[in-house]
C-alpha cells in the first residue's frame, strides 16, 4: 500500500486538555495511508485494535459478498489483506453493523454474524500472533432456536472475552442481549447467560450494543426501547459477569422514534467509571452524546452530555466511538452539514467533558465526498483512527500523537525549574514550603509523587526512560525532558 499524501504531517489544536491539569496539550497528525483497495477488499465499517508492539491491527467487510478481511500495519505500510471468511462464507455487512474486534496482548478476535440473518450463526476468530494469522471460524453463539445476531466482543485483564449478540425467540420475537463467557482465551465459550431481560421492556431490535470490561466489572450496554422511546441503558456486574443484577438508564434523553435507528454505543471502564458514547435524535436532529456512571456506587450517572454539534444547526452526527483513560478520552464520530460526511476528533478529561467542545477537529484531509464509519484506539501518546473513504473507496488509517511542546513552562514565573532536559535530577527554586508534585507520561499516567521545599529542591529523574514528561507542581505545570 502506498501513501496518499507524501507530507501532510498538521497540529490539530493547542487547546486545554484536563488530562494535563488544564495545561495546553496539541496533536500532531501523520500522513494519511490507504490500508486496503476497497474495490478488492472492501472498506465496510473499519474496525481498529492494536497488539503487543503497537502494530495496528484493522478489519473491515466487502458488502458485495460479506467478505472480511483483515490488515496489519508494519511500520511502514499495511501488509497484504487477509480474508478470514472462507470461500462462500457470507457475513452479514451493513453500515451500522459489522465485524467487531478486540485485542489482549497479541491474541486478537473478531466476532461476526453469518448470513443469511434468520438463519446464520455468530462466529468468531482468533490470532495468538498479533495478527499475522487467524484460526478457522468458530460458532460461538449457543442460541438453540430464533436469530442471533449484532455480536461484540471485549476482553478482561486476564486475557479471556466476552462476546454479547442478540437473541429472538424464534423470528423477530422478543429482542435481548445475552452473553457468552470464555475462560480460555476464546478457544470455547460458555453457554449464554441473558443480560437485558431485567430492564422494562426490550431491547431496541436493530441497534448493536457493546460490552465494557476491567477487573471485576462489567457492563453491557444498549438502547431499550420502551414505548417507543429509546434510551441507552447499562446493565452492570460486579462479579466478573457471573451476574447482571442493576441497570440504569445513562442518557435520559427521552428520545421517541417508533422505527429502529440502527444506531448503537461504545464503551469503556477506567478508575470504576463507565464511559459511553452513542447517537441521539432526541433535540430533533442527529447529535453525539457521552455519558459518565460510577460501577460502584449509586450516584446518579453524568448523562447524556452533546459531544460537538455541526455548525450547522441541520446537520447531523452519529457512530461515535471512544477510547482512552479516565485522564485521557477521546471520541471519533461522523458529521455533515448537510449531506456530505466527515470524520471528527475531540479529547477531554473524564472530570471536564467540556474540553470536548475546544479539541474538536477534522481528520481527514479529502473533503469532496462521504468520509464515515470511523475507530479509534489509543495508547501510549498515540491516536490511531480508521474510517471509511467514499471517494477512494478505501479504508484510511491516520496517526495522531499527544505532544507536550505547548506546555507552558513559564506559568509560574517565580519558580525555577534547571537543569532541563536532565539526566538525573532536577532542581526546584522558589517554593515557599512544602509542595507536592506529579511526574506524569504523556498519555496522563501517574509515574512518580513527592514533595519539594525550600530544604529540599530535588527530584530525581534517573528511573524514567528517556523522552517528555509533565511535571505538576502547585496546580502548575511544566514540560521536563529526561535525557
Same mark, same amino acid.
Given at each position: 500500500?502506498?501513501?496518499?499524501?507524501?507530507?501532510?504531517?498538521?497540529?490539530?489544536?493547542?487547546?486545554?486538555?484536563?488530562?494535563?491539569?488544564?495545561?495546553?496539550?496539541?496533536?500532531?497528525?501523520?500522513?494519511?495511508?490507504?490500508?486496503?483497495?476497497?474495490?478488492?477488499?472492501?472498506?465496510?465499517?473499519?474496525?481498529?485494535?492494536?497488539?503487543?508492539?503497537?502494530?495496528?491491527?484493522?478489519?473491515?467487510?466487502?458488502?458485495?459478498?460479506?467478505?472480511?478481511?483483515?490488515?496489519?500495519?508494519?511500520?511502514?505500510?499495511?501488509?497484504?489483506?487477509?480474508?478470514?471468511?472462507?470461500?462462500?462464507?457470507?457475513?452479514?455487512?451493513?453500515?451500522?453493523?459489522?465485524?467487531?474486534?478486540?485485542?489482549?496482548?497479541?491474541?486478537?478476535?473478531?466476532?461476526?454474524?453469518?448470513?443469511?440473518?434468520?438463519?446464520?450463526?455468530?462466529?468468531?476468530?482468533?490470532?495468538?500472533?498479533?495478527?499475522?494469522?487467524?484460526?478457522?471460524?468458530?460458532?460461538?453463539?449457543?442460541?438453540?432456536?430464533?436469530?442471533?445476531?449484532?455480536?461484540?466482543?471485549?476482553?478482561?485483564?486476564?486475557?479471556?472475552?466476552?462476546?454479547?449478540?442478540?437473541?429472538?425467540?424464534?423470528?423477530?420475537?422478543?429482542?435481548? !442481549? #445475552? =452473553? /457468552?463467557? +470464555?475462560?480460555?482465551? &476464546?478457544?470455547?465459550?460458555?453457554?449464554?447467560?441473558?443480560?437485558?431481560? @431485567?430492564?422494562?421492556?426490550?431491547?431496541?431490535?436493530?441497534?448493536?450494543?457493546?460490552?465494557?470490561?476491567?477487573?471485576?466489572?462489567?457492563?453491557?450496554?444498549?438502547?431499550?426501547?420502551?414505548?417507543?422511546?429509546?434510551?441507552?441503558?447499562?446493565?452492570?456486574?460486579?462479579?466478573?459477569?457471573?451476574?447482571?443484577?442493576?441497570?440504569?438508564?445513562?442518557?435520559?434523553?427521552?428520545?421517541?422514534?417508533?422505527?429502529?435507528?440502527?444506531?448503537?454505543?461504545?464503551?469503556?471502564?477506567?478508575?470504576?467509571?463507565? !464511559? #459511553? =458514547? /452513542?447517537? +441521539?435524535?432526541?433535540? &430533533?436532529?442527529?447529535?453525539?452524546?457521552?455519558?459518565?456512571?460510577?460501577? @460502584?456506587?449509586?450516584?446518579?450517572?453524568?448523562?447524556?452530555?452533546?459531544?460537538?454539534?455541526?455548525?450547522?444547526?441541520?446537520?447531523?452526527?452519529?457512530?461515535?466511538?471512544?477510547?482512552?483513560?479516565?485522564?485521557?478520552?477521546?471520541?471519533?464520530?461522523?458529521?455533515?452539514?448537510?449531506?456530505?460526511?466527515?470524520?471528527?476528533?475531540?479529547?477531554?478529561?473524564?472530570?471536564?467533558?467540556?474540553?470536548?467542545?475546544?479539541?474538536?477537529?477534522?481528520?481527514?484531509?479529502?473533503?469532496?465526498?462521504?468520509?464515515?464509519?470511523?475507530?479509534?484506539?489509543?495508547?501510549?501518546?498515540?491516536?490511531?483512527?480508521?474510517?471509511?473513504?467514499?471517494?477512494?473507496?478505501?479504508?484510511?488509517?491516520?496517526?495522531?500523537?499527544?505532544?507536550?511542546?505547548?506546555?507552558?513552562?513559564?506559568?509560574?514565573?517565580?519558580?525555577?525549574?534547571?537543569?532541563?532536559?536532565?539526566?538525573?535530577?532536577?532542581?526546584?527554586?522558589?517554593?515557599?514550603?512544602?509542595?507536592?508534585?506529579?511526574?506524569?507520561?504523556?498519555?496522563?499516567?501517574?509515574?512518580?509523587?513527592?514533595?519539594?521545599?525550600?530544604?529540599?529542591?530535588?527530584?530525581?529523574?534517573?528511573?524514567?526512560?528517556?523522552?517528555?514528561?509533565?511535571?505538576?507542581?502547585?496546580?502548575?505545570?511544566?514540560?521536563?525532558?529526561?535525557?
Amino acid at each position: 500500500m502506498k501513501k496518499l499524501f507524501k507530507l501532510s504531517v498538521y497540529i490539530c489544536l493547542i487547546l486545554p486538555f484536563n488530562a494535563f491539569n488544564q495545561s495546553q496539550a496539541l496533536i500532531v497528525w501523520e500522513d494519511t495511508i490507504s490500508v486496503a483497495t476497497g474495490s478488492i477488499y472492501g472498506n465496510t465499517r473499519p474496525r481498529i485494535v492494536l497488539n503487543s508492539q503497537d502494530e495496528p491491527v484493522v478489519v473491515f467487510g466487502r458488502n458485495t459478498d460479506g467478505g472480511i478481511h483483515t490488515a496489519k500495519f508494519n511500520g511502514t505500510d499495511f501488509d497484504a489483506p487477509v480474508q478470514i471468511t472462507p470461500t462462500g462464507f457470507q457475513s452479514y455487512l451493513a453500515n451500522w453493523t459489522g465485524p467487531e474486534i478486540d485485542a489482549s496482548g497479541d491474541t486478537i478476535m473478531m466476532v461476526f454474524k453469518e448470513s443469511p440473518i434468520q438463519e446464520g450463526h455468530v462466529y468468531s476468530v482468533r490470532s495468538t500472533d498479533g495478527g499475522n494469522s487467524f484460526s478457522d471460524p468458530l460458532r460461538t453463539d449457543s442460541h438453540p432456536v430464533g436469530v442471533a445476531w449484532l455480536p461484540n466482543i471485549a476482553f478482561d485483564n486476564n486475557g479471556n472475552p466476552s462476546v454479547i449478540y442478540m437473541v429472538h425467540d424464534q423470528v423477530w420475537l422478543n429482542p435481548r !442481549f #445475552v =452473553v /457468552s463467557h +470464555s475462560n480460555d482465551g &476464546g478457544i470455547t465459550f460458555n453457554p449464554e447467560q441473558e443480560v437485558t431481560s @431485567i430492564v422494562p421492556d426490550e431491547a431496541c431490535d436493530c441497534c448493536p450494543a457493546t460490552i465494557a470490561k476491567q477487573d471485576n466489572l462489567q457492563a453491557l450496554v444498549f438502547r431499550n426501547n420502551e414505548g417507543s422511546i429509546r434510551d441507552m441503558f447499562a446493565v452492570k456486574s460486579q462479579d466478573g459477569g457471573q451476574s447482571f443484577s442493576e441497570y440504569e438508564n445513562i442518557d435520559y434523553l427521552n428520545w421517541m422514534i417508533n422505527q429502529c435507528p440502527s444506531t448503537g454505543p461504545d464503551a469503556f471502564i477506567d478508575e470504576s467509571n463507565l !464511559f #459511553v =458514547v /452513542s447517537a +441521539s435524535q432526541a433535540s &430533533g436532529r442527529y447529535r453525539c452524546y457521552i455519558s459518565k456512571t460510577d460501577m @460502584i456506587n449509586t450516584q446518579s450517572p453524568e448523562t447524556g452530555f452533546m459531544l460537538p454539534a455541526p455548525e450547522s444547526s441541520v446537520g447531523n452526527a452519529n457512530f461515535p466511538r471512544i477510547h482512552g483513560n479516565h485522564d485521557s478520552l477521546f471520541v471519533v464520530w461522523q458529521a455533515a452539514e448537510t449531506s456530505n460526511y466527515e470524520v471528527f476528533c475531540a479529547f477531554a478529561s473524564g472530570d471536564d467533558f467540556n474540553s470536548f467542545e475546544q479539541t474538536k477537529s477534522q481528520i481527514n484531509l479529502v473533503n469532496s465526498g462521504t468520509q464515515s464509519n470511523p475507530d479509534l484506539y489509543y495508547r501510549n501518546g498515540y491516536i490511531h483512527v480508521v474510517f471509511q473513504d467514499g471517494i477512494s473507496g478505501n479504508v484510511i488509517y491516520r496517526r495522531g500523537r499527544l505532544s507536550a511542546l505547548s506546555i507552558e513552562e513559564n506559568q509560574n514565573k517565580d519558580v525555577l525549574i534547571y537543569p532541563n532536559p536532565a539526566t538525573d535530577l532536577i532542581h526546584i527554586e522558589g517554593v515557599d514550603g512544602p509542595t507536592a508534585y506529579k511526574i506524569l507520561s504523556l498519555e496522563g499516567k501517574e509515574l512518580e509523587t513527592g514533595e519539594v521545599s525550600k530544604n529540599n529542591t530535588n527530584i530525581w529523574v534517573k528511573e524514567l526512560t528517556p523522552g517528555i514528561y509533565i511535571l505538576t507542581l502547585n496546580k502548575k505545570t511544566y514540560s521536563i525532558e529526561k535525557q
